[in-house]
Antibody, heavy 120, light 111 residues
Framework: QVQLVESGGGVVQPGGSLRLSCAAS????????MHWVRQAPGKGLEWVAF????????YYADSVKGRFTISRDNSKNTLYLQMNSLRAEDTAVYYC?????????????WGQGTLVTVSS | QSALTQPASVSGSPGLSITISCTGT?????????VSWYQQHPGKAPKLMIY???NRPSGVSNRFSGSKSGNTASLTISGLQAEDEADYYC???????????FGTGTKVTVL
């Protein structure tokens, strides 16, 4: 079955950096686009970034553009999110999610998330 | 890209039906048949309930159904059960530079 396991979250000071990882199994990772979606404490879901199956195209929310970078290593079945210049408003649980079979590539399976706290 | 608009809360009695709306624009909900719905219980990851407006993934109860009219998509839960109490989010593909957007979320309460 599909498994997505995020790691790398923690507490970081404003202006700092963090790299999240998402280990994938149970499906052919190299054939699927992947998303990062976040959820601030007590708030709704916010789409963050998407990368195509081969890394050829990447898309970002305006709120993170220029600060976050999505990438993948298909040889390791792993998705990454490099987060720089972190702000308090980036505090959230970060989920990785696999694109579904719809032509829209909207997510189907989600990981359990990793918490990022930006605080001094 | 603004979030899609959902009611903050919807409630219903066991066995009855409720409908959650998701209103966008012609650039997202109205322009494509690419709306998904997710269920999220407290402290858990979201779960896909509906994709492409009205399709149910394997394993999702047929009590859940989706539809769309103009710029508004809807999720209907029939035969409401206690386990349906959760937050629900819609999501759509968009033609903007940020290709995906989520709804504001709806808390469903089973009375």
């Amino acid at each position: 079955q599909v498994q997505l396991v995020e790691s790398g979250g923690g507490v970081v000071q404003p202006g700092g950096s963090l790299r999240l990882s998402c280990a994938a199994s149970g499906f052919t990772f190299s054939r699927n686009g992947m998303h990062w979606v976040r959820q601030a404490p007590g708030k709704g879901l916010e789409w963050v970034a998407f990368i195509r199956y081969d890394g050829s195209n990447k898309y970002y929310a305006d709120s993170v553009k220029g600060r976050f970078t999505i990438s993948r290593d298909n040889s390791k079945n792993t998705l990454y999110l490099q987060m720089n210049s972190l702000r308090a408003e980036d505090t959230a649980v970060y989920y990785c999610a696999k694109e579904g079979y719809s032509s829209s590539s909207l997510p189907d399976y989600w990981g359990q998330g990793t918490l990022v706290t930006v605080s001094s | 890209q603004s979030a899609l608009t959902q009611p903050a809360s919807v409630s219903g009695s066991p066995g009855l039906s409720i409908t959650i709306s998701c209103t966008g624009t012609s650039s997202d909900v109205g322009g494509y048949n690419y709306v998904s719905w997710y269920q999220q219980h407290p402290g858990k990851a979201p779960k896909l309930m509906i994709y492409d407006v009205s399709n149910r993934p394997s394993g999702v109860s047929n009590r859940f159904s989706g539809s769309k009219s103009g710029n508004t998509a809807s999720l209907t839960i029939s035969g409401l059960q206690a386990e349906d109490e959760a937050d629900y989010y819609c999501s759509s593909y968009t033609s903007s530079s940020t290709p995906y957007v989520f709804g504001t979320g709806t808390k469903v309460t089973v009375l």
